[in-house]
């Protein structure tokens, strides 16, 4: 058994920095922004609503640039300076939310900050074959999600005690808030750091004269190569899919227990055990890929997660959410983990910008389908479970077209 290398290490402190502020944005973010949009008269179904339309904005905006910007980043030593540039976009923004009181204004500030953190992580999420070996991918990308998990509770439970007990401190609600977005930034940033001082492009285009017409050349060649590999073609079909639903779930789910009337505090324990039931779990998942294959551990997790967004539907109290979010940290590190693997194992090593700019269509640029539909159903039926209830549909679609993805790898392969 190998050792985890330094490079290794530091890529996988990236999922450590950047955790926190997915903790931050899926958890005490929607409720303060519950706070902000009550007292100016917004009521629990917009409210959602317009939580869903913000991520929607986000992940397509994210869509249409991922690839691009991702192509360009193949070209050598291009990787890491923009994803600097994502990562201080992100974290200057996510700052800058301490200062913001108009709800609008808010959603505009978080829009910017998200697309910034979502950008970071196509470069982060590409530069794994750069850091590691084709043997050690479902290991090392396993680690990177459960020791995320685990880490990011650090700063998360500092931001939830001012913010809980900013009574007892003698803070406003605002300044509680305004000290999480601090230490989120400045957490996320020093997570970076070590990456940022070792990490070496080892795969790359060599760049031409038309940097950026080149580059939509090569992109256009990418997506002719992805039709005529069907592993390849089908995998992006079914990831579309059932990681929308992941995403879904993971953008809304406090939005989602605000609006049915559940009290926020139990709702962040709630969550907060769901990031420590993942690390262990996203752990096993690592040990179980290198005994079974990774289509049947993936298989696994999607049937898990449809189960997962029936149980959504009928769930009216605190102590189902709690149940809820168990199950969610079960097999959330690993369904996100060895998709990530899986992929990066069937792409051509150089091209894995431009291969996982169209990754994140299919990944979190798909979260615009599930958001918009969530909030769409809520808004249109006046019940917010109607609008969860089109999530199972996802995970059913999502499970058809991995199977045929699963299917045409073994044809390649015999």
Known sequence: MHKTTKQERNWILYDVGNSAYTMLVTTIMPIYFNYIASQQNVSAEDYFAYWGYAASIVTLIVAILGPIVGTFTDNKNCKKPIFMASLFIGSVCCVALGFTKYWLAFLIVYIISKIGYASSLIFYDSMLPDVTTPDRMDKV????????????????????????????????????????????????????????????????????????????????????????????????????????????????ATSYGQALGLKSEGLLLALLLTQIVAFPCAIIFGKLAQRYAAENLITVCILAYLGIAVFAIFLTNLVEF???????????????????????????PEQSGEFFGIYDICGKGAAFLGTTLVGLVSQLTGSINKGISVLSLLFLLGLFFFRKAAASAKKEQA
């Not at 795969?203 to 050349?217: D, G, L, M, N, P």
């Not at 709690?322 to 051509?348: C, D, E, N």
């Open 141 to 252: 990308s396993t680690s990177g999600y459960a020791w995320g998990y685990i880490g990011s509770c650090i700063p998360f439970v500092a931001c939830l005690g001012i913010v809980l007990g900013k009574d007892a401190i003698g803070i406003s609600m605002e300044m509680a808030m305004m000290l999480s977005f601090l230490i989120t930034a400045v957490w996320w940033v020093g997570m970076t750091i070590p990456l940022l001082r070792t990490y070496q492009q080892k795969y790359y285009v060599e760049c031409k004269e038309h940097a950026v017409r080149e580059t939509f050349r090569r992109l256009g060649t990418t997506l002719a190569n992805a039709r005529k590999h069907s592993k390849i073609f089908w995998f992006l079909i079914a990831f579309f899919f059932y990681i929308d639903g992941v995403y879904t779930i993971i953008d809304m």
């Open 322 to 348: 709690w149940i809820l979010a168990v199950l969610v940290g079960m097999f959330q590190g690993g369904i996100q983990a060895l998709s990530r693997s899986y992929f990066t194992k069937i792409i051509p």
